[in-house]
C-alpha cells in the first residue's frame, strides 16, 4: 500500500516511475528503515523538509547494500510524482545545496532532454563542496558542479541507471538548444588574446591590456627561446640555413644570456658537424658499393656470384667505414645495436611477465583476462 | 592456482582459476568479466558468511574445487 505509486501520476519513459530504479535496490530502500519511518506519507512539502535535513549524497553502500537517505527521498519523489515547478524551485533555490542536487537528480531521471540541459547546466557554476557515500561506507568530497557533470556525461549514478539523453550538439543542430555558452568564456577569451599578442610581438599598445607587457625583456626572452625551440626540431632539416640564421640573431640581441645559448648551440653543431661528416662518409660508400655490385653483376651471371658480391662488397664497405671514421660515430654504432637489443629483452620479459604466452590455451586465456583486469597472472 | 565454481541461485555456474593470494575483490572482477553484469553488484556468500572484498581467498581458506554462491545486490 505505501509502496505503490500515485494512482494520478504519469508513467515515465513507459513505465511506472519507480521502475526506474532497479528491482533490488528498490526492495532494499522499501525494507530500509529511513524509508518506513520517514518517507511514510510524505508530500511535496512536507519532503522539502525532509530534504533539508539532507547531509550526504550516494548510492547503496555496505556489504547489505544498504540505501542512503538521499535515494530514499528520491525514491519518494518518484512515488509522488512533484509537479515541475515544484522540482525547478528545488534547483534554483540556492540556500540548500541537498535540495538543489535532490531536484537536479530527479530532472535527470524524469525530464526531457531539453529540460535536463536547460536547468542542470547553470549548476555548473555551483563550486559548493558536497559529502558523498562510497559503497565501501566512507565518505569522499566531491562538488556540485562535480556532481552534475557526473549526471550529464556518465550513465550510472548512485547505484541508479540514468536513462539515455540525447548529446547536446543533436539538440543544438535540431534547434531546441543554443550552443553553450560558459560563464569561463569571457576569461578564455581574454587568454586567447593574450597569447596571439605575444606572437606578434609587434603591436605597440593595441590593447591597454597588453602595455605592461609590450616590451618587458622576460617576455622576448621567452619569445626568442620558443622560436629556438622551433628552430632545434627543424635543426635535422634545415641545417646550413639555421646556422647562418643563429649567428645573425647573436649579432643583432647580444643580451648577457647569448653567452649560454651560444655555448649550446656550438656544441650543437659540433655533434651536427659529426653526424654530417658521417652521413657523407656513409653516403660515398653507399655509392662505391652500388658501382662495385653492378660491375660485378655485368661480369658474373650467376645468382651465387650476385650474392657472394654483395656480402663481400659489405664487409669490406663496413671495414672501410670502421677505419674511417673517428671515435664518437663508433660509438653512435654501438649505442644504435645497445638500443635494438634492450627493447627486444624487454618485449620478451614482458610477454613472461604477463603469461599470456603460456602453453595451455585455457590458462593463457585466463591470464589475458586478468591482465586486462590489472590482476598478476595466475602461478 | 587454485579453481573456484560459483554457483548462481537460478544454477548458472562460473568457473574462475585464480590465484590464492587474490582478494575477493579480484574474484568479483573475474566473475563480472566472465557473467557480464557489473563487479560492485555481485555478492559472493558461503550460507550467510558474506565475503568482504579485501580479504584473500587464502585467509577464507578458500580451496581448490570449492563452490561459492553468487548473488547480486
Not at chain 1, 560563464?183 to 586567447?192: C, G, I, Q, R
Not at chain 1, 662495385?292 to 645468382?303: I, K, Q, T, V, Y
Not at chain 2, 579453481?3 to 590464492?20: A, M
Not at chain 2, 555481485?42 to 580479504?55: F, L, V
Request: glycine share 6%; aromatic share 6%; proline share 3%.
Amino acid at each position: 500500500m505505501a509502496n505503490r505509486t500515485d494512482p494520478a501520476a504519469k508513467s515515465i519513459r513507459g513505465t511506472n516511475p519507480q521502475n526506474l530504479v532497479e528491482k533490488i535496490v528498490r526492495s532494499k530502500i522499501y525494507q530500509n528503515t529511513y524509508w518506513k519511518e520517514q518517507c511514510f506519507g510524505l508530500t511535496a512539502e512536507t519532503l522539502v523538509d525532509k530534504a533539508m535535513e539532507l547531509d550526504h549524497i550516494g548510492g547503496t553502500f555496505g556489504g547489505n547494500r544498504k540505501p542512503t537517505p538521499f535515494m530514499c527521498l528520491v525514491m519518494k519523489m518518484l512515488q509522488i510524482q512533484p509537479e515541475k515547478d515544484i522540482v525547478v524551485e528545488f534547483i534554483k533555490n540556492d540556500d540548500y545545496k541537498y535540495v538543489r542536487v535532490l531536484g537536479a537528480f530527479y530532472l535527470r531521471l524524469t525530464g526531457t532532454d531539453t529540460d535536463v540541459y536547460r536547468y542542470l547546466e547553470p549548476l555548473y557554476n555551483d563550486y559548493r563542496k558536497l559529502r558523498q557515500k562510497l559503497p565501501e561506507g566512507k565518505f569522499v568530497l566531491t562538488h556540485v558542479d562535480d556532481f552534475i557533470d557526473e549526471l550529464l556525461t556518465k550513465d550510472y549514478s548512485c547505484d541508479i541507471a540514468l536513462p539515455r539523453i540525447k548529446k547536446r550538439w543533436t539538440l543544438e543542430s535540431l534547434g531546441a538548444l543554443e550552443p553553450r555558452k560558459s560563464v569561463l568564456e569571457d576569461d578564455f577569451e581574454e587568454e586567447e588574446e593574450k597569447e596571439e599578442n605575444d606572437q606578434d610581438g609587434l603591436e605597440d599598445g593595441a590593447l591597454e591590456k597588453d602595455y605592461y607587457r609590450g616590451r618587458s625583456p622576460v617576455r622576448e626572452r621567452d619569445r626568442d627561446r620558443r622560436r629556438d625551440s622551433h628552430r632545434h626540431r627543424d635543426r635535422d632539416y634545415d641545417r646550413d640555413r639555421d646556422y647562418e640564421r643563429d649567428r645573425d640573431y647573436d649579432r643583432e640581441r647580444g643580451r648577457g644570456r647569448e653567452r649560454d645559448r651560444e655555448r649550446e648551440r656550438d656544441r650543437e653543431r659540433d655533434r651536427d658537424r659529426h653526424r654530417l661528416r658521417e652521413e657523407k662518409e656513409y653516403g660515398r660508400d653507399r655509392d662505391r658499393d652500388r658501382e662495385r655490385e653492378g660491375r660485378e653483376r655485368e661480369r658474373r651471371d650467376r645468382d651465387r656470384g650476385r650474392r657472394r658480391s654483395h656480402s663481400r662488397s659489405r664487409s669490406r664497405s663496413r671495414d672501410r667505414k670502421r677505419h674511417a671514421r673517428s671515435i664518437s660515430p663508433r660509438r653512435h654504432e654501438a649505442d644504435d645495436v645497445g638500443v635494438r637489443e634492450e627493447p627486444k629483452k624487454k618485449e620478451k620479459k614482458e610477454k613472461k611477465d604477463d603469461g599470456t604466452d603460456h602453453p595451455d590455451p585455457e590458462i593463457a586465456e585466463a591470464n589475458r583476462l586478468r591482465a586486462a583486469l590489472g590482476l598478476k597472472p595466475l602461478r | 592456482m587454485i579453481e573456484v565454481v560459483l554457483t548462481d541461485s537460478l544454477r548458472k555456474k562460473v568457473r574462475v582459476k585464480c590465484n590464492d593470494d587474490d582478494t575477493i575483490g579480484d574474484l568479483k572482477k573475474q566473475v563480472a568479466a566472465q557473467t557480464g553484469t557489473s563487479a560492485d553488484k555481485i555478492r559472493i556468500q558461503k550460507w550467510s558468511n558474506i565475503y568482504k572484498d579485501h580479504i584473500t581467498l587464502k585467509d577464507y581458506e578458500i580451496h581448490d574445487g570449492m563452490s561459492l554462491e553468487l548473488h547480486y545486490n
